[in-house]
C-alpha cells in the first residue's frame, strides 16, 4: 500500500509539523490501560484519554494548529469556523491565545455546555439551523463580511494534520499495538489518524465507528462518494455532521473496517467508560468504545487501543446521592 | 525540621524501594493540568488522577508493595485485612498477582460496587459492624484461624511506604509545585506522601482535607494524640475510619495544615470533577478538591496539585438523557 502519498490533503510530514508547533499548547494526553474492562472483553484495553485534553476535546489539537500555521496578515483579520461545539470553543481559544478575532456559528441545537464553553473565551456565537447547508452559508456570510479565514471543523488540511497527532502520541505510548478504534463524523480525527499510522505502522488496524442514526460515512464508503446525513438525531451530538469531500479520500484509502453502532449501545458505553474507567465521556467519545464492545470477540488476545474523543457533559440538575453512591438527578 | 528521621514508622529510602517493588503492577497515572479551573480558582490547578489507577484507586499502591514484600513462608498463609472498600479490593488484587490467598473483612455498610470489586478477584468479603473495633475484632480471629499477615489498610508500614510513591512521581511530573492536597481517612496516603515530599521539597506545602463529619484527625492534632471517630455518616465512606497510631505522628510531625470540608463542598467537588475535569472521582476522591477550593484565595497565582484519591462510584439506574446530555436517574 502507498499510504500517505501526495494525492491527500495531509501528510506525515504535515502532522510531525503539527505535533511541534502545538506542543506547548495542548496537553500529551495519557494512555490508561484497564485491567477491568480487558479482562472483561477479552483483549488489552487502553483509552487514548482526549476528553482530558484542553476544552475537553481532541478539537484543541487541530485549532491550534490551524491558527498557528496562519501567517501574520491572514490572522490580523481573524478565523471563522462552524461548530456544533467542541471545534467552536477549540477555535475560540486558540484564537485567544494568539490574540485574533473568532467569529464562530453553531447549530441552535448544539449542548448548552458547548455554547458556554465557546463564550468562555470571550466569542458569542452566532446560531444556525443543523444541516451541513445551513452552517456553512452562515459561516461564508461571516467569512465575506470579516475577511476572517474559514477553519473548517475537519476539511481544512491544518486542522487534520492537527488531529493526527493524537496517532504519533499514541505510538510513543504503546509499544505493541493491534487495532485502533476511531470515531468518525465529519471524519478529521480519523483521516488524520489514519495517515500517521498507515504510514508508520501499516499493519496496525484502524477502525471507523459511527452511530447507526448518523451512518453517512458508512453509506459513503458504500457508494464510493461521500453521502449527505438524512437525520440528525443521534445522542452523540458531535457525529451528527456529514463526512467532509476532503477526509472521505482518505478514509476510503486507508481505513480498515467501519463499524455501526446503536444508541443503546453508546449509552452503555458511556456508562461503562465512567463506572470501569473512571472517566467521563460525552455521547461522542464514547462511540468507539461502543465499536470495540460490540465486537470484542474479534480482537480476543489482541491489544487495542480507543480513542475517548471527548468528555463535555452536562450533569444538569444531577446531584449525589447520600450514603447511596450514585449520582442521582430529577427525572 | 528533621523529615522523615528514623523515629517514624517509614522512611524515603522505604517509598524509593516500594517504586521500584510495585512498578510493574500500578499505573504511573497521569498529573493532568486544567485550564478551566485554573481560571476559575487563580492558581495553576493539576490533578493526581489516582481514580485512574488499578482498583480505581491509590490503594492498589500499599497493597501491592506490601504483599511483595512477604517473605515466601509469610506468603504462603495468606494475607488478611479490613477495610470499607478500595484496600479490600486492592490486597484481593494482589494477593492474586502473587497467587496466595487473601481474607477480607468489611463493614456491612460498604458500598455495593467496593463489595463486588473484591469479588471480582476472587474474594469472598467477611462482613462485620461499621466501627474501628468491630473491624479489628473480626480481622483479628480471621488471622488467629489463618496464620495470615495482617496487611492493615494504612497502619502496615509497607503500605504507608507504596501509598508514598504518589509523591515521587508527582515531583517528576511537575517541576514547579507549591502546595498539595490530600484526603485523610487512616492517614497511610498522607502519611506516606509527607515523608516523600518533606524528605525531597520541604518546601511544598502539603495540607491534609478532612470531612467535617469524619473531623477525628483535626480533634488529634487538637489534642496531641489520635481521637476516635465520633459519627460514622459522611459521605466520604473511605474517610470513616479514624487516624492511625503509626500514620498519626508522620502527621503531626510534617503536616502544614489541615482543612475540614462541608458534606455539600464534597457534593460540589465532585459535579466540577466531573464536568470541568472529565474524570470520575468517588465523594472520597474529590474531598482534597474540595478543600483547594474552599481555600482558593490563600493560594493565587501558586502552582498546586490535588490528589483524586479514587473514582469508585456507582451509578446505580442512571441513564444518559438522549439529546439533554445529562446523566439522569429516577429519583
Known amino acids: 500500500m502507498s499510504m500517505a502519498s501526495k494525492r491527500h490533503a495531509i501528510t506525515l510530514d504535515d502532522i510531525r509539523s503539527a505535533e511541534q508547533r502545538i506542543a506547548d499548547h495542548v496537553v500529551r494526553t495519557p494512555a490508561i490501560t484497564n485491567e477491568v474492562i480487558s479482562k472483561r472483553l477479552g483483549c488489552q484495553v487502553a483509552f ?17 494548529n490551524a491558527v498557528m500555521s496562519l ?21 475560540a481559544r486558540a484564537a485567544k491565545l494568539r490574540g485574533i478575532p473568532a467569529f464562530v456559528v453553531m447549530p441552535e441545537n448544539s449542548s448548552p455546555i458547548k455554547i458556554a464553553a465557546v463564550r468562555s473565551h470571550g466569542v458569542q456565537p452566532v446560531f444556525c439551523g443543523p444541516s451541513t447547508q445551513q452552517r456553512e452559508q452562515a459561516a461564508a456570510e461571516l467569512q465575506q463580511q470579516s475577511g476572517a479565514t474559514l477553519i473548517h471543523p475537519f476539511e481544512t488540511p ?29 471524519g478529521g480525527l480519523l483521516a488524520g489518524i489514519l495517515v500517521a499510522i498507515k504510514s508508520l505502522r501499516p499493519e496496525i488496524k484502524v477502525f471507523a465507528v459511527e452511530p447507526e442514526f448518523a451512518d453517512d460515512t458508512a453509506r459513503s464508503l458504500a457508494a464510493g462518494s461521500p453521502q449527505p446525513p438524512t437525520r440528525y438525531d443521534t445522542v452523540a451530538d458531535g457525529l451528527r ?19 455501526l453502532v446503536s444508541e443503546e449501545s453508546i449509552l452503555s458505553a458511556m456508562r461503562s467508560i465512567a463506572e470501569d474507567a473512571h472517566l467521563v465521556a460525552e455521547p461522542s467519545g464514547a462511540v468507539a468504545y461502543a465499536g470495540l464492545v460490540e465486537n470484542a470477540e474479534r480482537f480476543a ?12 457533559l452536562n450533569f444538569g440538575d444531577c446531584s449525589l446521592g447520600r450514603n447511596r453512591h450514585v449520582m442521582s438527578c430529577p427525572p
Open 158 to 186: 491544518a486542522v487534520m494534520a492537527g488531529q493526527g497527532t493524537v496517532a504519533l502520541e499514541l505510538l510513543q505510548q504503546i509499544s505493541h499495538l493491534d487495532a485502533l478504534f476511531v470515531p468518525v463524523g465529519g
Open 48 to 64: 487514548k484519554a482526549e476528553n482530558l485534553q484542553h476544552v475537553g476535546a481532541f478539537k484543541a489539537r487541530g485549532a491550534v
Open 241 to 259: 455532521t456529514g463526512v467532509g469531500d476532503h477526509t472521505f479520500p482518505i478514509i476510503q484509502a486507508l481505513v480498515d473496517d467501519l463499524f
Open 71 to 91: 501567517s501574520d496578515e491572514a490572522a490580523r483579520r481573524g478565523v471563522v469556523t462552524h461548530s456544533s461545539g467542541n471545534h467552536a470553543a477549540a477555535l
Open 301 to 312: 488476545g489482541r491489544s487495542v487501543a480507543v480513542i475517548i474523543s471527548g468528555g463535555n
